[in-house]
């Protein structure tokens, strides 16, 4: 964990001891957001999704990604206080997964209605262009090679949570993941669709419960697809074990944004893929 420093609210002046976030690298490392303590902190009065996310080096492998901005709620009158953090530092470093110095945040973005967008890539997935590849030679496509690892996204509203499952779904090879038209997020389940698969996330904080497994296993039997379940807050033992007669397969999110398989089948999408 990041040691306490001292942060002033600009608004009642009183101190309040921060730690920085400690973040997942891709690499494995901690990442650790360099407080600019020279810089005053400022008030937080209008939250925008750029503004949210800074850039940070990882001092391991030298990748800079984008994590929350550190952020601090004052204890004594309420005031959301953003922390200045040290500007990343122009040219690469140790690592080769930094090009110009920096990533693109991970792989998401959203409308103006939040929605995710048909157009974000998953995880190591490049851009193509229709006069690449294999067949415009009269070859196969070359077999793709392991999956790099994923790359999470702070879980801190529902929304978060759909679209970590929508990075992961892409991650694991599923193509024009979405979700149906006009769907909002509300606050029980919310459906993911892609060609061959129907995806369930529930963001709420209790257990997902029998009901669900079995609604997404009768959408995904009556669409001939793949039906798999995202969970923030886990299952209840009756889900668990009717999902495992049925071969869904169940994951549970935490809010560092990384989905694990909690059965067998789950596990076996993970290995095998889309």
Request: charged share 20%.
């Amino acid at each position: 964990m990041a040691e306490a420093v001292p942060v002033r609210c600009p608004a009642c002046l009183r101190e309040t001891d921060y730690a920085a976030p400690v973040f997942p690298c891709a690499c494995g490392s901690p990442v650790v957001p360099p407080l600019d303590l020279a810089a005053a902190p400022l008030p937080l009065t209008h939250r925008t999704w750029s503004d949210t996310w800074v850039a940070v080096r990882c001092a391991a492998c030298g990748l800079v990604g984008e994590w929350p901005r550190p952020e601090l709620g004052c204890t004594s009158c309420g005031t959301v206080v953003r922390i200045a953090v040290r500007p990343v530092e122009s040219g690469s470093a140790a690592g080769d997964g930094v090009r110009d110095g920096l990533r693109p945040r991970p792989d998401v973005r959203e409308d103006a209605g939040g929605d995710v967008r048909d157009d974000v890539r998953g995880p190591g997935r490049p851009a193509t262009s229709g006069g690449s590849g294999g067949s415009a030679l009269g070859r196969p496509p070359a077999a793709p090679g392991p999956r790099p690892a994923f790359r999470p996204v702070t879980i801190r509203t529902a929304r978060d949570a759909v679209t970590t499952a929508a990075l992961y779904l892409r991650w694991l090879g599923f193509r024009d993941v979405r979700r149906p038209d006009g769907q909002t997020v509300p606050s029980a389940a919310v459906d993911l669709r892609a060609p061959g698969l129907v995806a369930q996330v529930d963001p709420t904080t209790a257990p997902t419960g029998l009901r669900a497994v079995e609604c997404v296993w009768l959408n995904g039997l009556t669409a001939s697809a793949t039906s798999v379940c995202f969970s923030l807050a886990g299952y209840t033992q009756d889900a668990r074990s009717r999902a495992d007669d049925l071969g869904i397969p169940l994951f549970v999110m935490d809010l560092t944004g990384v989905p694990q398989p909690v059965n067998d089948p789950a596990d076996a999408l993970v290995v095998t893929g889309a």
